[in-house]
């Protein structure tokens, strides 16, 4: 008996042996960009006091923009246990995101957000008006059939972005903390949490069944789960106006100038908002030596409507001109078992719409949807065959506004080409004509009817109204050819954005969904 144990413990100890060999191997295995071992740093966790590790939470989010607290809010009040790690919870001073428009709002209704647009200054947008060579239409939101709370909202960003933030930390099962995320945690092709950086610099690690990456546009975790082919067409250079009124109260003012798009619009009672666009194609003017305020001076002021001139050029005289580069990026995910992408850092487009906002909280009801029915998230690989239909559930309200946004970038900005010149008057005029012809390409901005379909069905509308305009009222061979044209940049213009998001997930998303959820769960 003596001899089978003393063989038992021999044995115990060698095979204790093997296996820390084994570990000792696994801590030293390569990493991938982004993507730390999750065995190297479990022992990390020490550092947080034993009530926090009893409570292991459900998600991980990293970062608490407009996304991540939005949907660590609706996580937490679905019951989940959430831990947010956000690198900086000061209240943000961004000059994007400003805008959110009304299908937005209705997503931040469904959400149980409404309230955090009160109380922070923020105005009521009705609709927009467009100006071009000194002629203007104003563009009304179809609102109708809503309730009279329902409307676009304008405000700073960091006000709206600091009550979401409250919003969620107002839960018990939400944990806010501040820390810098410096990789994802990766064991066997899963991803089972996060590397993190305190506030004070001290170096953890939190592990969840779900990572939910929302850091933003300049997102350094977005290589490891996605393609990332991020493009600058151009960069907004931001003012602040005071003491002046809009021409159109409570309405965006979009300036169809040279050479290309210049906003305003109201973000709080005392202050306009104007962002002057810069092509990528047009060097960016220094603002230290001067370049930035002569340029806005002597090429921008004189486009711009008379009742905001004087305003304008005491906003450049005050020096406050600050700018952003505008990126665009399509979805193109690596599902990953373990990980999601959601906001800026999964998907961005142009700006000009005001359509980002909407875009994230849309994809957040849709996400809240596939995850209510589940208990458990811990089956990694189930639950990302799972998710697959995520990216084509979003697909009609994220593709119909991503391509609104960068085909009406083209089409509003000046061109060398006679044909996308006469694009863009048409487009003007189309959208003048009232009825059906500005409510619903408005409808399709505005998040309220985000029907791909009835986009294109518009877009070549603007077209062909255009060829008519041409060819009928004084018909020749040159004016016939030019209509032609304009068939072909209106294709050219709208089908490679199309291709990039994806013809049969925009146009047939049920189907594809179907096709692309398991049957296991």
Not at 135 to 163: A, M
Not at 302 to 327: C, V, Y
Not at 439 to 456: D, K
Request: charged share 20%; net charge positive; with cysteine.
């Amino acid at each position: 008996m003596e001899s089978e144990y003393l063989m038992g413990r021999i044995m115990a100890s060698l095979l204790g042996f093997v296996l820390l060999y084994r570990l000792t191997a696994n801590k030293k295995a390569t990493t991938s960009r982004g993507v730390a071992r999750y065995e190297k740093l479990e022992s990390s966790e020490n550092g947080i006091d034993q009530a926090e590790k009893d409570k292991k939470p459900d998600v991980i989010i990293v970062g608490a923009g407009v996304a991540g607290s939005a949907l660590a809010y609706t996580l937490g009040k679905d019951g989940r246990n959430v831990h947010v790690i956000e690198r900086d919870l000061t209240e943000p001073d961004r000059i994007v995101g400003e805008l959110l428009q009304p299908g937005g709002y209705l997503k931040l209704i469904e959400l149980g957000l409404q309230d955090c647009v009160e109380d922070i200054d923020a105005q009521q947008v009705f609709g927009y008006a467009l100006y071009k060579g000194g002629r203007s239409t104003k563009l009304s939101y179809p609102l109708q059939s809503f309730d009279s709370n329902v409307s676009g909202r304008s405000f700073h960003n960091g006000r709206f972005i600091q009550r979401m933030r409250e919003k969620a930390a107002s839960l018990t099962n939400v944990r806010l903390e501040q820390g810098t995320v410096t990789s994802l945690l990766e064991a066997n092709g899963t991803i089972k949490g996060v590397q993190y950086k305190t506030k004070t610099g001290q170096e953890l690690a939190a592990s969840a069944p779900l990572t939910i990456v929302c850091d933003g546009c300049f997102s350094n975790l977005r290589r490891s789960l996605c393609n990332a082919k991020v493009e600058i067409p151009s960069c907004f250079v931001a003012l602040i106006l005071e003491n002046c009124e809009l021409p159109y109260q409570n309405h965006g003012h979009v300036i169809l100038a040279d050479p290309s798009p210049i906003l305003f619009y109201r973000i709080s009672s005392s202050e306009i908002r104007c962002l002057v666009d810069i092509p990528v194609s047009q060097k960016l003017p220094s603002i230290s030596n001067g370049e930035m305020a002569n340029y806005l001076k002597s090429i921008v002021a004189p486009q711009i409507p008379h009742e905001l001139f004087d305003a304008f050029i005491s906003a450049i005289n005050k020096g406050s001109i600050r700018t952003m580069p505008n990126r665009s990026m399509p979805a193109a995910p690596h599902p990953t078992p373990g990980a999601l992408l959601l906001g800026d850092a999964f998907n961005m487009r142009h700006p000009l719409t005001g359509g980002g906002m909407t875009v994230a909280l849309s994809d957040i009801v849709v996400l809240r949807n596939l995850l209510r029915p589940l208990h458990d998230l811990s089956d990694a690989s189930g639950l990302c065959e799972y998710l697959k239909s995520f990216y084509t559930l979003r697909k009609p309200v994220a593709s119909t506004i991503n391509t609104l946004a960068g085909a009406l970038y083209k089409v509003f900005s000046a061109s060398h080409d006679p044909a996308q010149d006469e694009m863009r008057r048409a487009c003007f005029d189309y959208l003048s004509l009232g009825g059906v012809f500005s409510s619903g390409p408005i409808a399709l901005l505005s998040g309220l009817n985000p029907q791909p379909l009835s986009l294109v069905m518009h877009f070549f509308a603007v077209a062909v109204y255009g060829v008519g305009r041409l060819v009928f009222t004084l018909p020749s061979a040159k004016r016939i050819w030019m209509g032609a044209r304009m068939i072909s940049v209106a294709s050219r213009i709208i089908f490679p954005i199309i291709r990039v998001e994806g013809a049969q997930h925009m146009f047939f998303p049920k189907v594809m969904a179907k096709y692309c959820r398991p049957l296991a769960l």
